[in-house]
């Protein structure tokens, strides 16, 4: 069975910093594509970050560049978010992804609020 099983959100100030991290299992985590999306209330989903299968290379939305860091561990089939800087306008609920072909899997979403 598929899981990912994103952690590490919560409330913090602007400003502030915290990690997310996604646990996979149920399916080959080093063969997929990893990714962060988010969702603020009242729009649409969009890519925040982005690792490739080895962890070569990153992309990043440009809201989030040079504030926002994506890595992943295969050996513990983990992706992380580590997000620094943190605005109000970074306020939404976090989502991992996991992406390979015609293959592609969800987390459950893990709150992430910025305000004083």
């Known amino acids: 069975q598929v899981q990912l099983v994103e952690s590490g959100g919560g409330l913090v100030q602007p400003g502030g910093s915290l990690r997310l991290s996604c646990a996979a299992s149920?399916?080959?985590?080093?063969?997929?594509?990893m990714s962060w999306y988010r969702q603020a209330p009242g729009k649409e989903r969009e890519l925040v970050a982005a690792?490739?299968?080895?962890?070569?290379?990153?992309n990043y939305a440009d809201s989030v560049k040079g504030r926002f860091t994506i890595s992943r561990d295969n050996a513990k089939s983990t992706v992380y978010l580590q997000m620094n800087s943190l605005k109000p306008e970074d306020t939404a609920v976090y989502y991992c992804?996991?992406?390979?072909?015609?293959?592609?899997?969800w987390g459950q979403g893990t709150q992430v609020t910025v305000s004083s």
């Open positions: 690792v490739t299968r080895a962890g070569v290379s990153t």
């Open positions: 149920g399916f080959t985590f080093s063969g997929y594509v």
């Open positions: 992804n996991a992406h390979w072909v015609f293959y592609d899997y």
